[in-house]
């Protein structure tokens, strides 16, 4: 079974620049989310997705963050503008249902200059 | 405030002893528990969990005990191998979103030839 696929691995921007991440979840994973790990700190949910439907997206910062994930497969997150603090990992995981533990991809490692 | 809370950043034992990774939680919501390993430049990897109706759970060299009124848990490797050495990250969750989960801050455990 392939894993989830997230790309690009690192990404180095200026601030007030946009970026985009992609993920692949798992073939046949309804649910995906996307964490955010900054160094030193566990993930923490940014938004929770059942098929393309939006479950939990408190804690995304919305005016600069949005997420989508069309037709229920793939998923991309996208930042603009892009603030120092903004610097972390930012990880996509998937799971068959809304079920306890997932399976996450490796993550993109993004740094804000 | 942080719900979820993993008191010790780092952990050093030696090979074949046994190694205990504390966690520590403030929201009674919580009701499933799980431990994450994390390898570097890698994604966290699920390793076991734990249901709320449990004091105990067993896979292999990994037990994680829970104590539901000191709102603690913990998980125990033994014996401990230089392979185990990786951040491990505490998580909760509640049966109102299953899928959504509270990670701690992670501990490092390096394990000792």
């Known amino acids: 079974e392939a894993g989830v696929a997230q790309s690009p691995r690192y990404k180095i921007i200026e601030k007030r620049q946009s970026v985009a991440f992609w993920c692949n979840p798992i073939?046949?994973?309804?649910?995906l989310y996307w964490y955010q790990q900054i160094l030193g700190q566990g993930p923490k949910l940014l938004i929770q997705?059942?098929?393309?439907?939006?479950?939990?997206d408190s804690q995304l910062p919305k005016d600069r963050f949005s997420a989508e994930r069309l037709k229920g497969v793939d998923s991309t997150l996208k930042i603009q503008p892009a603030k120092l603090e903004d610097s972390a990992v930012y990880l996509c995981?998937?799971?068959?249902?809304?079920?306890?533990?997932?399976?996450f991809g490796s993550g993109t490692r993004l740094t804000v200059v | 405030d942080q719900q979820v809370k993993q008191n010790s950043p780092s952990l050093s034992v030696q090979e074949g002893r046994i190694s205990i990774l504390n966690c520590d939680y403030t929201?009674?919501?919580?009701?499933?528990f799980l431990w994450y390993k994390k390898y570097p430049a890698e994604g966290p990897t699920f390793l076991i969990s734990?249901?709320?109706?449990?004091d105990k759970n067993e896979d292999g060299r990994f037990t994680v005990f829970l104590n539901k009124s000191a709102k603690h848990l913990s998980l125990h490797i033994v014996p401990s191998q230089p392979g185990d050495s990786a951040v491990y990250f505490c998580?909760?969750?509640?049966?109102?979103?299953?899928?959504?989960?509270?990670f701690g801050d992670g501990t490092t455990l390096t394990v000792k030839p």
């Open positions: 073939s046949g994973h309804a649910t």
């Open positions: 734990i249901s709320s109706i449990k």
């Open positions: 998580a909760a969750s509640s049966n109102t979103n299953a899928g959504k989960s509270t």
């Open positions: 995981a998937s799971s068959s249902q809304q079920a306890y533990g997932y399976t």
């Open positions: 929201n009674s919501m919580f009701d499933y």
């Open positions: 997705f059942q098929n393309n439907g939006v479950v939990d």
